[in-house]
């Protein structure tokens, strides 16, 4: 137990407090060189969010000097040192005002304004970057308090990414997209909450004593304040974790319906919208060829509680002008991309709705049935009298003789999960 407990002592090369807030306290200021750097590095990650570049975000991340203050500010609360978290709420200002000006202003002059990807990456929050500021902020306190600082902090810079969504809000002040901007915000804030909590408690953990005058009634009402202003913080952000969970796994939900009832089937969706905020919440889909009449929709519409889904709508797109708007607006958000590949993922995409390809299944058929010599299998369209389409899978085997096809029909049935599969033989010339 005690082997157990050093392998995880962060006692050990501890450095001095005094040391660790002369540090904090240089990293925090925001005036000369600092704002130079800061504005140089906007500018460049402005630049790689322009032309879709992660590698050039990347750089712009390893240099800016934008978790000094949010590192600051958690070791400020732990210590109840009301003065260094004036200047770290301060100088976090002053930063976020400077980035999101310098932003504002390359967006705005640039000719160049199309909605790339890592602009896009950077409007939804999800659990995921939650986890990622807590833990990088949980590894940037840890670093500051060693005596050899290794190079963590540029990895943490790196993982919480701090920059890209003050970019991405300058990019939406300069266009007038609210949801651009409310989006990139809201995940610059949740970055600084959890950085600055996971920081708290490592200092905490580590004992650091608390910043204290002469003054005995002052240091009692300096820590009532920061303790209520600390669980004004935390309670909240849990509470924004816990809806971002949700969030997910009501994502995900939906994929796993969508791949049930549609992918299995061979219905290509080629638009998906999820619209979570909504009451109720809408899941808008269009399809590639897939025509469903009104009673296929309602069905559809009840089997969504089935999969947790709940207090919500499925709104299918059908109307033929409606798809071309709508591919339209796919071929925006894909702008990276040339109109020959757009039209060639198109013609893949028809195109795999219509084969089956799984070695597979080839060879555990071939175990199963052994009379059968050659099989040739595929999806056909079925057109129905009420002019509705659906995919029908189709079998065809050459044998000398039929074989037990309920078997063979059975078998199939599960595998693809289609009950109207067309099982044909053809017999083979000796």
Known sequence: MNSFSRLFNLHHNEEDPKKVLEDIIKSISFKGPNLWILACAILIASVGLNVNSTAVIIGAMLISPLMGPIVGAGFALATYNSNLLKKCFKNLFVATVVSLLVSTLYFYLSPFKDVQSELLARTSPNIYDVLIAFFGGIVGAVSI???????????????????????????????????????????????????????????????????????????????????ILMTLMILPSFYLAYNLLREKKYTQNIERFIDTEFGRNGYTVIYKKINYNRDPKTIELAFLSKKFDSTEIVLLDRKLNDFGIENTKLDIKQNADLKKEILTEINKQNSSLSEKDLQINELQAQLNQYQINDPKLIKELRILFPDIRDIAMGKLTNYAANDSTSLTTVCIYYANRKIDESKLYNWLKERFNDPNLWIIHRETTK
């Not at 266009?175 to 995940?187: D, I, M, S, V």
């Open 145 to 227: 308090t060693r005596v050899e600082k290794g190079n963590p902090i540029p990895g943490v810079a790196i993982a919480t990414a701090l920059m890209p969504p003050l970019c991405t809000a300058g990019f939406g002040l300069a266009t007038f997209n609210l949801k651009f901007l409310a989006g990139a915000l809201y995940l610059y804030c949740i970055n600084c909450f959890f950085i600055c909590i996971a920081t708290f408690l490592i200092i905490k953990y580590l004992k650091y004593k608390p910043v204290t005058t002469a003054n005995e009634n002052y240091d009692r009402k300096i820590k009532y304040i920061i303790s």
